[in-house]
């Protein structure tokens, strides 16, 4: 023992480099260079520096008067250990190396981190707008005003109405019309009501109070009252700006999602993110518009018992294999809620809608029938 | 490991091939594809991995596997082991116009840094690693990338790289100075870092690039005169339709003629 194993350039040792055994005596550090020679040089004119292919391999090297020498320990933890032995100068320099390798090593370790948050931090981005997006979603929504709202919903709405399926009059209209502005009395938002020339059963709200119909619904219901829930709660998706945060959504999706893809059209992108969004989001917005929509129905004077047994039909309908949007809640959950919350709220003195709906709705059949043929 | 002790023979001037006279019994480990003919007797086998029965298990092999994949090699190498009772030859050709080294690991003290792609063949035993630069700088300025290929072993391996190439020994703190992608192979106890050009003239015009790579002894460094990717741009430049001009020599209107030929 009392040496380290190293590798040995220099002047008359192969060009290659040569294993040999290094050790201190006294003041020197001596080399055996195998065959009876030796090198011998001060240590204290040994200065320690760190090279190799990835800066990580100490180097021991000095100038004799033949030429330079360097010598690479084979395990620098062995040389560190008989470093108690050396001269004190030499001790000084093999504790520099230690502070400037573990320096090296940190910087290192520092710049790649960096450089790996740099290249994650689009992905990271995306993942905190997904677990944040609605709290996102809902900031940007409250910096709109109310005015911005409605035009974004008239530049929405212009294209639809374009399509020319709107029902301009009959007594349906006037119907849906009258029904929608006794519920909506003192809102701040300006409300039209539209009735759409279409067979589904659905309804839906354009941000800023553009209110749709379908014709579909229409004739489903057997009441005007089943009519008004379903108001009620399309209004709540308008006083909850839940459509504006639709948007918001989706367009906040498409820029970010352009922005780590690289993908600037991003449009199926965006579209799939909000879909996305809509499946995690949707049904607790559903769920909040039945039951602000209930309070809606109790403050018009309304019977909610036009509500609720329109989402029994909708359930019935569910049962009978008629898929709605997965984004609803199952209509059966939703009317348990909503017999809950009726059930919290106590019934109400409520004013009979003054409509023959059985009369309004032959009449719709005949406008409907007229214009699909 | 013992290493299997082979005769060899390069034949060509600038597009090579070794041939590998195997005693029976010995084998050889080459990249997929590399082989150029084979004499009757010795048996092809590919393996997973490098072949050199170094890592054990399958975790071993797959961590080998997969650094394969990072230097640009396949997944598998061939073994080529003589059958026969008599000396059999094989040989390997390099894929593009160049030299082939020889190098003896033994000779190097065990560990040989060199270019990505740059291995042909060995001798059964040497292992085929990768030696991953730190060095951020070096990673993206050297030439080389990260990720280069290391052998370790004590036998015969023979690399490949583009043009000519030059052995250079470098004593103790010798510098050297070199356009990027020129490094074929190196000592591991070679310094190997990178230098900006010093002036932004000559970094913007002096068409040498931003950086330059250094070596610094000790140890040896073989440099290749003509990086593949250069002849390969040159190339690209100029074949017609991709982007160059379609070089129609022959033509009588010569430049007159070829006026017409875009809009």
């Given at each position: 023992?009392?040496?380290?194993?190293?590798?040995?350039?220099?002047?008359?040792?192969?060009?290659?480099?040569?294993?040999?055994?290094?050790?201190?005596?006294?003041?020197?550090?001596?080399?055996?260079?195998?065959?009876?020679?030796?090198?011998?040089?001060?240590?204290?004119?040994?200065?320690?520096?760190?090279?190799?292919?990835?800066?990580?391999?100490?180097?021991?090297?000095?100038?004799?008067?033949?030429?330079?020498?360097?010598?690479?320990?084979?395990?620098?933890?062995?040389?560190?250990?008989?470093?108690?032995?050396?001269?004190?100068?030499?001790?000084?320099?093999?504790?520099?190396?230690?502070?400037?390798?573990?320096?090296?090593?940190?910087?290192?370790?520092?710049?790649?981190?960096?450089?790996?948050?740099?290249?994650?931090?689009?992905?990271?981005?995306?993942?905190?707008?997904?677990?944040?997006?609605?709290?996102?979603?809902?900031?940007?929504?409250?910096?709109?005003?109310?005015?911005?709202?409605?035009?974004?919903?008239?530049?929405?709405?212009?294209?639809?109405?374009?399509?020319?399926?709107?029902?301009?009059?009959?007594?349906?209209?006037?119907?849906?019309?009258?029904?929608?502005?006794?519920?909506?009395?003192?809102?701040?938002?300006?409300?039209?009501?539209?009735?759409?020339?279409?067979?589904?059963?659905?309804?839906?709200?354009?941000?800023?109070?553009?209110?749709?119909?379908?014709?579909?619904?229409?004739?489903?219901?057997?009441?005007?009252?089943?009519?008004?829930?379903?108001?009620?709660?399309?209004?709540?998706?308008?006083?909850?700006?839940?459509?504006?945060?639709?948007?918001?959504?989706?367009?906040?999706?498409?820029?970010?999602?352009?922005?780590?893809?690289?993908?600037?059209s991003g449009s199926v992108w965006?579209?799939?993110?909000?879909?996305?969004?809509?499946?995690?989001?949707?049904?607790?917005?559903?769920?909040?518009?039945?039951?602000?929509?209930?309070?809606?129905?109790?403050?018009?004077?309304?019977?909610?018992?036009?509500?609720?047994?329109?989402?029994?039909?909708?359930?019935?309908?569910?049962?009978?294999?008629?898929?709605?949007?997965?984004?609803?809640?199952?209509?059966t959950e939703r009317l348990a809620?909503?017999?809950?919350?009726?059930?919290?709220?106590?019934?109400?003195?409520?004013?009979?809608?003054?409509?023959?709906?059985?009369?309004?709705?032959?009449?719709?059949?005949?406008?409907?029938?007229?214009?699909?043929? | 490991?013992?290493?299997?002790?082979?005769?060899?023979?390069?034949?060509?001037?600038?597009?090579?091939?070794?041939?590998?006279?195997?005693?029976?019994?010995?084998?050889?480990?080459?990249?997929?594809?590399?082989?150029?003919?084979?004499?009757?007797?010795?048996?092809?086998?590919?393996?997973?991995?490098?072949?050199?029965?170094?890592?054990?298990?399958?975790?071993?092999?797959?961590?080998?596997?997969?650094?394969?994949?990072?230097?640009?090699?396949?997944?598998?190498?061939?073994?080529?082991?003589?059958?026969?009772?008599?000396?059999?030859?094989?040989?390997?050709?390099?894929?593009?116009?160049?030299?082939?080294?020889?190098?003896?690991?033994?000779?190097?003290?065990?560990?040989?840094?060199?270019?990505?792609?740059?291995?042909?063949?060995?001798?059964?035993?040497?292992?085929?690693?990768?030696?991953?630069?730190?060095?951020?700088?070096?990673?993206?300025?050297?030439?080389?990338?990260?990720?280069?290929?290391?052998?370790?072993?004590?036998?015969?391996?023979?690399?490949?790289?583009?043009?000519?190439?030059?052995?250079?020994?470098l004593a103790p703190g010798e510098?050297?100075?070199?356009?990027?992608?020129?490094?074929?192979?190196?000592?591991?106890?070679?310094?190997?870092?990178?230098?900006?050009?010093?002036?932004?003239?000559?970094?913007?015009?002096?068409?040498?690039?931003?950086?330059?790579?250094?070596?610094?002894?000790?140890?040896?460094?073989?440099?290749?005169?003509?990086?593949?990717?250069?002849?390969?741009?040159?190339?690209?430049?100029?074949?017609?339709?991709?982007?160059?001009?379609?070089?129609?020599?022959?033509?009588?209107?010569?430049?007159?003629?070829?006026?017409?030929?875009?809009?």
């Amino acid at each position: 023992m009392g040496g380290f194993a190293a590798t040995c350039f220099g002047p008359g040792v192969a060009p290659e480099g040569q294993r040999v055994r290094a050790r201190f005596d006294g003041d020197m550090l001596i080399l055996e260079l195998g065959q009876g020679r030796e090198a011998r040089v001060f240590a204290a004119d040994v200065r320690l520096s760190a090279g190799g292919f990835d800066g990580r391999q100490m180097l021991l090297s000095w100038s004799s008067g033949a030429g330079d020498w360097s010598v690479l320990p084979a395990d620098p933890a062995a040389l560190e250990r008989l470093a108690g032995s050396a001269p004190a100068t030499f001790r000084a320099e093999v504790e520099r190396w230690r502070c400037s390798a573990r320096t090296a090593r940190r910087g290192l370790r520092r710049t790649w981190l960096v450089l790996g948050v740099l290249l994650a931090s689009p992905l990271l981005l995306a993942l905190l707008f997904f677990w944040q997006s609605e709290r996102f979603a809902g900031w940007v929504t409250d910096g709109i005003p109310v005015a911005m709202e409605r035009q974004l919903g008239e530049l929405a709405f212009a294209q639809f109405r374009a399509g020319g399926r709107l029902l301009e009059e009959g007594t349906a209209v006037a119907a849906v019309r009258e029904i929608g502005q006794r519920l909506t009395a003192g809102s701040v938002y300006d409300y039209r009501w539209h009735v759409l020339a279409d067979p589904a059963v659905n309804a839906f709200a354009v941000p800023g109070g553009h209110v749709v119909v379908h014709a579909g619904l229409l004739l489903e219901a057997d009441s005007a009252e089943e009519v008004a829930g379903v108001l009620a709660h399309e209004v709540q998706h308008v006083e909850r700006r839940h459509s504006l945060r639709g948007m918001v959504h989706a367009l906040g999706w498409q820029a970010l999602l352009g922005l780590a893809l690289g993908d600037l059209s991003g449009s199926v992108w965006g579209g799939m993110a909000y879909e996305l969004g809509r499946l995690r989001f949707g049904r607790e917005q559903e769920s909040a518009a039945d039951r602000e929509g209930l309070k809606l129905l109790r403050k018009a004077q309304i019977d909610p018992r036009g509500m609720l047994s329109f989402f029994e039909k909708l359930a019935a309908r569910e049962e009978a294999g008629i898929a709605l949007l997965s984004t609803h809640p199952l209509s059966t959950e939703r009317l348990a809620t909503l017999q809950q919350a009726l059930r919290e709220q106590g019934s109400w003195v409520s004013r009979p809608l003054p409509y023959d709906w059985t009369a309004i709705k032959s009449e719709l059949a005949v406008t409907l029938e007229q214009r699909w043929r | 490991m013992a290493m299997d002790v082979i005769d060899y023979q390069i034949y060509g001037d600038d597009m090579q091939f070794v041939e590998i006279t195997l005693d029976p019994g010995e084998a050889a480990v080459a990249e997929a594809g590399g082989m150029m003919y084979m004499e009757d007797g010795i048996v092809m086998e590919t393996v997973f991995g490098d072949g050199s029965e170094q890592q054990s298990g399958l975790l071993g092999k797959l961590m080998g596997a997969g650094k394969r994949l990072l230097t640009g090699e396949s997944l598998f190498t061939t073994v080529f082991v003589n059958q026969a009772d008599s000396r059999k030859n094989v040989a390997f050709a390099a894929p593009y116009p160049g030299k082939i080294i020889p190098v003896d690991l033994g000779e190097l003290g065990g560990t040989l840094v060199c270019q990505k792609d740059s291995f042909l063949c060995a001798a059964k035993g040497v292992s085929l690693g990768i030696a991953f630069q730190r060095k951020l700088g070096v990673g993206l300025f050297g030439g080389e990338g990260f990720i280069m290929q290391k052998l370790e072993g004590d036998g015969m391996a023979f690399v490949h790289a583009g043009g000519t190439l030059f052995e250079r020994t470098l004593a103790p703190g010798e510098l050297l100075r070199i356009d990027t992608g020129c490094i074929v192979a190196l000592q591991p106890s070679v310094t190997y870092d990178i230098e900006y050009v010093g002036k932004i003239k000559s970094a913007l015009f002096g068409g040498e690039g931003l950086f330059f790579a250094t070596l610094r002894g000790p140890g040896k460094v073989w440099l290749q005169s003509l990086p593949l990717s250069r002849l390969a741009n040159r190339i690209v430049a100029a074949v017609p339709g991709i982007g160059g001009s379609s070089a129609d020599e022959g033509s009588v209107l010569g430049g007159l003629g070829r006026m017409f030929e875009r809009n």
